[in-house]
């Protein structure tokens, strides 16, 4: 037997389920695949990882192995799982395989797009011919979408460009454009994601391709923003006697036209909640107005004389 046993080299415990044998297989690999890794034994701990997943991977070869680790001088009762001075895997990839190629800063997107190392671990497949451990989906990529507040409101759909990584016909990595359309669905909370299926790495060995999850992030603007991902807070100038009287004024919000009542004698900095006016999910958040009292500029004499009448009128008062 190998100075590692099958369980060492994929690096998981012998009572490691499916899943987590093969999320180790696939690491593995893309590590010493010889067209990516610069170990001297790249090729070597290919064959050996491969050998190991073949194993390790089907459940009547799995029990025959762990028979022989429990009793390595004993005659099993199963055969050669392996086939007699078989190599499961022959010579590994057989110079074939796929090609793992990292791209470091290299631009996948503009805009309110930011893709966050987006499809730098790329690997396409070069050759068709099938492997012993078959198909194998592409693996889940992620990256963040700004949007504006108002997106959400109504819901929008957005198309955006890519430069993603390919192969061209004589294997070498190059850069494509790639459209997509985003459906941005009325009522998404900040933090939550969109899928866009089949668009995150390709699949290897006629594997699915993975998918694209979109983050979503809201544009903050000084006077109009988001807290605890649905509440909204809007900035509204208020005039002064508008401030100390108080009363219904019509407010332009992310959620339309709306009368608010002010209450007499209201601050700056002091706020007015609206409930279930915020970003409209399915448990709608609360929109916030932020009081800014706002003076209007004097254009006049009659504006002069009324701001000096008001200020003998306090002035008076506080004699």
Do not use: C
């Not at 990882?49 to 009793?71: C, F, H, Q």
């Not at 998404?188 to 994601?193: D, F, T």
């Not at 004698?265 to 409209?280: A, C, M, T, V």
């Amino acid at each position: 037997m190998a100075e590692k046993n099958y369980y060492e080299i994929l690096g998981v415990a012998k009572d490691a389920d499916e899943a987590e044998i093969k999320k180790a297989y696939r690491k593995l690999v893309r590590k010493y695949h010889p067209d990516v890794s610069k170990e001297p034994d790249a090729a070597e701990r290919t064959v050996e990882i491969n050998r190991a997943y073949e194993t390790l991977s089907d459940k009547e070869k799995r029990a025959e192995y762990d028979e022989m680790l429990a009793n390595p001088y004993g005659r099993s009762t199963r055969g050669n799982p392996f086939g007699q001075g078989s190599n499961p895997f022959g010579n590994g990839f057989n110079g074939g395989g796929f090609r793992y190629e990292r791209h470091e800063g290299e631009p996948f997107g503009a805009g309110d797009f930011n893709f966050e190392d987006l499809f730098s671990s790329f690997r396409q497949s070069h050759t068709r011919s099938e492997q012993p451990y078959g198909p194998i989906k592409g693996e889940d990529q992620h990256a963040e979408l700004s949007i504006d507040i108002y997106a959400a409101y109504v819901g929008a759909e957005r198309s955006m460009t890519l430069n993603v990584p390919t192969l061209d016909e004589h294997g070498r990595a190059v850069y494509q454009n790639k459209t997509l359309n985003v459906k941005i669905p009325k009522g998404i909370a900040e933090g939550q994601q969109i899928r866009l299926a089949g668009q995150g790495l390709p699949g290897y060995n006629g594997g699915e391709n993975g998918d694209l999850y979109l983050k979503i992030k809201f544009h903050d603007q000084p006077d109009l923003y988001v807290k605890n991902r649905k509440d909204v807070y809007q900035t509204i100038d208020v005039k002064p006697w508008e401030a100390v009287l108080g009363g219904k004024i019509i407010v332009p919000t992310a959620s339309g036209r709306l009368q608010v009542n002010l209450p007499a004698n209201s601050q700056s900095g002091k706020s007015i909640r609206l409930k279930g006016k915020g970003i409209p999910a399915k448990e709608a958040g609360d929109l916030y107005l932020n009081i800014r009292i706002n003076v209007p500029p004097v254009e006049s004499e009659a504006d002069r004389a009324a701001w000096e009448k008001l200020t003998e009128h306090f002035a008076a008062k506080q004699a």
